[in-house]
């Protein structure tokens, strides 16, 4: 779950990354997307995420342990760089009601 980001991707997003190489980005108030990602063989703490079959963005990992992972994305399409901090999701978890 995303805990810390710029406007985007907004705070209690969230990132599944599945081992096929299946992505899940999804969020309360945004549509979900299914992408993929893979680690860099040359540098395995460098993701790259490939969306509508066009390389999206990259994420270095900066900080990795049992409850974070701080990452900087780095977007393939425009040049903006964000630093996202997430951590894993503990139990069942539901989208408040935004009404």
């Known amino acids: 779950r995303v805990m810390k980001a710029p406007e985007s991707p907004p705070k209690g ?3 599944v990354f599945l081992r096929n190489g299946t992505l899940l980005e999804t969020s309360c108030v945004e549509t979900y997307r299914v992408a993929t990602w893979s680690a860099d063989p040359k540098n395995p703490k460098l993701l790259r995420v490939v969306e509508d079959r066009r390389p999206a963005f990259t994420a270095e990992i900066v900080e990795l342990n049992d409850t974070t992972l701080r990452v900087e994305q780095k977007l393939t399409r425009q040049p903006e760089v964000r630093e996202i901090t997430f ?4 139990g069942e978890t539901v989208c408040p009601d935004l009404r």
């Open 13 to 15: 997003a969230m990132w």
């Open 87 to 90: 951590t894993g999701v503990e």
